[in-house]
């Protein structure tokens, strides 16, 4: 829409100047189609923040499945521009995220707080739009570390279009206090004003502010490594706020099955623009199968042919047969050499004899977007309980964790999911064994999170879990390690020098993908 307002406005001028140049230019510079802020819906632009953040098909294909999928091992790739499955560099993959949210998600989601935020009759909708920034800011300063936050998406309200970068500790602090200033003021009794603009509760007082404090928990437990007592000061403040407390709390958007930004971003890439590039990693299936995970037939399934895009004649849904789901190694290729997939200890004898990523569940145009769950609530206090910070007992948080992630396979179209008879035996045969807590609960996030990429890849920067084996390749920037961020847009080098080179300055090893970000540090 902001791109059609531009080139018609810039159309107009030039027909009026070619057509008479003596009209006066006043008459010229007042568009009378300009969208000014009295005629603009500040609850559209609300559900156009919760879509982009939601992903779509751009930043998705480029960051969330080319790096983030194959870097922490869920998915595995041969093709040579996937290059998160061998830590090569792709400055525009790597800035992607970056280049798409910051002119949509975070501008549009400013421009509500801006316009909601003197409005009494707009209270509850604009501590909901508080929440929903803090979600797109989360994500944003935990793929790149330090960024424009206090200044950022303002440049039509105050013409600043040089924004600093702030600190990722004082990004956590103030969104910390974000979520709790506009938790509490949340009130039920007050009016809904956004209602079905709100994609994901509409509008419902009550399970935002869960989703505050939920959210609170996600970004107190972030701070493990870095600062515990403030960690557990806020994770204790998260559990007395109250957070999820089923599956009919999760947080979720719905897509249509089209292929626009309204569509599952990763599902769209995986069925349609892209459905022959990837596989399910070997490192992911190995670890179900030999756990006798319920969850893999629900994860993945082989195709005779893959590469058949959605909607084309031969679109094949796979074979979810237990035995023949096979995961495929990272860091090979199909170039002919030492490292080419033929070489592969469980090759079998083509590459569609491994599994890609289930197109009834999750690689689906319509498939759901998991904001955040009720699964990753319990599994994070399973570990704050294993530290000592809130009461209860780690081993049935963690149980409530594993439960819950199972069960939410039905909110993907996964019919009746997981019986409770196979979750039962999953964790008779996998008890909590708080001598190896810490690693049982954050692999039980990494499977959790299958298809929230960038979230699986932050908790396992947090943790150091699941152990994964990093590849070796040549041509990797990372010395044979996985990344640790995204590198900023280089065009902030130019645009932005000032406040690029001051960011850049507090990191070690400079504006790299090794670099580690405050949260991540070395331990």
Partial sequence: MKKYICRSTLALALAMAIGSCNKNLESINNDPNHITSSS???????TGAQVYTSGTDYEAWRNSLIYCSVMIQHLSSLQSYWNGDKYTYSA???SAYWDREYPNAVTDIQEVINNFKDDATKANAYNIARIMRVIIFQRMTDLYGDIPYSEAGQGYSTGNGYPKYDEQKDIYADMLNELQEAATTLDASASNTLGSADLIYAGDVAKWKKL???QMLRLAMRMTKVDPSTAQTWVQTAVAGGLFTSNDDN???KHDAVTTDASNGNG???VYQDP????????????LKNDADPRLIYFTTVCTDPSIAFGSSGFDYGDTTWAKQLGMPNGYDQNGSTTDISTASNYPGSINGYAVVNRYTFAREDAPTFILTHAENQLLLAEAAQRGWISGNAADYYTAGVTAAMNQLTQTGAGTGVSADKITAYLAAHPYDAANGYEMINTQYWIA???DEYEAWSNWRRSGYPVLTPVVYYGNVTNGTIPRRFTYPTSEATINATNYNEA???YTDGDKMTSRMWWDAAQ
């Fill in 504 to 506: 850049v300055s507090r």
């Fill in 449 to 451: 999170t299958f298809m």
């Fill in 92 to 94: 525009g993959y790597n």
């Fill in 40 to 46: 603009m819906d500040y609850n559209l632009l609300f």
């Fill in 276 to 287: 022959n590039a990837s596989r399910v990693s070997k490192t992911f299936v190995d670890m």
């Fill in 268 to 270: 769209e890439i995986l």
């Fill in 251 to 253: 947080a979720i958007i």
């Fill in 212 to 214: 505050a404090y939920s």
